[in-house]
């Protein structure tokens, strides 16, 4: 079945510095990627997501990379503000049925 | 306008009690799931429903039984409760096939103790 990685595990950035997160996945049969943003106490919210037919996306500060044939896929922070402070979790899924996610980044954005 | 709920948000019992967490949602999706999430954060899969029949079943005690009455609602049955089951158990929906964004429920606290 299909595993996800993600690194790092933590990061601290100081606000206005960028933040990227790593993930590889296992399964080439997995065709979307989504990023999820958790914050405390809260319920993981979609941020970001990427199909496997297009290369990178961009969402005003935020920006997901793809790259099949290493079977990597990152998450771009650009501008890190206090609000950006959350855990990050990247996933996999074949077709929006089976997702599997990684085990989260906690980024801390100093002020 | 909520578009997946669950209920209840906090639920604290003994051990070896049986409970229900349940869940719904208005967007009309075809596929819905139950995870769980520990102390440390991980978010694992428990079940997969598409159009109420199950299609994922991960490694998960048989105390635990989903029951899905129609494609907008999908329970989570847990029996005879353990220290073990304390987590934060978390309802998805996604459109496969389609859409496939998942939107999670805001989360049920199981407290066992």
């Known amino acids: 079945g299909e595993n996800v990685e993600q690194h790092p595990s933590t990061l601290s950035v100081q606000e206005g510095d960028s933040a990227v997160i790593k993930c590889t996945y296992s399964?080439?049969?997995?065709?979307?990627f989504p990023w999820y943003k958790q914050e405390l106490g809260k319920r993981p919210q979609l941020i970001i997501d990427i199909r496997s037919n297009v290369g990178e996306k961009k969402d005003q500060r935020i920006a997901v990379t793809l790259n099949k044939t290493a079977k990597h896929f990152s998450l771009h922070i650009t501008e890190t503000q206090p609000e950006d402070s959350a855990v990050y979790f990247c996933a996999a899924s074949n077709y929006g049925q089976n997702f599997v996610f990684g085990p989260g980044t906690r980024l801390s954005v100093l002020p | 306008d909520t578009a997946v709920s669950q209920t209840p948000k906090y639920l604290v019992t003994q051990m070896g009690n049986d409970k229900s967490i349940k869940c719904e949602q208005n967007l009309g999706h075809d596929t819905m799931y139950w995870y769980k999430q520990d102390s440390k954060k991980f978010l694992k899969i428990m079940f997969s429903?598409?159009?109420?029949?199950?299609?994922i079943n991960e490694t998960v005690p048989n105390r635990f039984s989903p029951k899905s009455p129609d494609k907008a609602h999908l329970n989570l049955h847990i029996n005879s409760l353990e220290l073990g089951d304390s987590a934060v158990y978390f309802c998805?929906?996604?459109?496969?096939?389609?859409?496939?964004?998942?939107?999670f429920g805001p989360g049920t606290r199981l407290t066992v103790t």
């Open positions: 998805a929906s996604s459109q496969a096939g389609v859409a496939y964004e998942q939107y």
């Open positions: 429903y598409n159009n109420k029949e199950l299609i």
């Open positions: 399964d080439s049969a997995s065709n979307y």
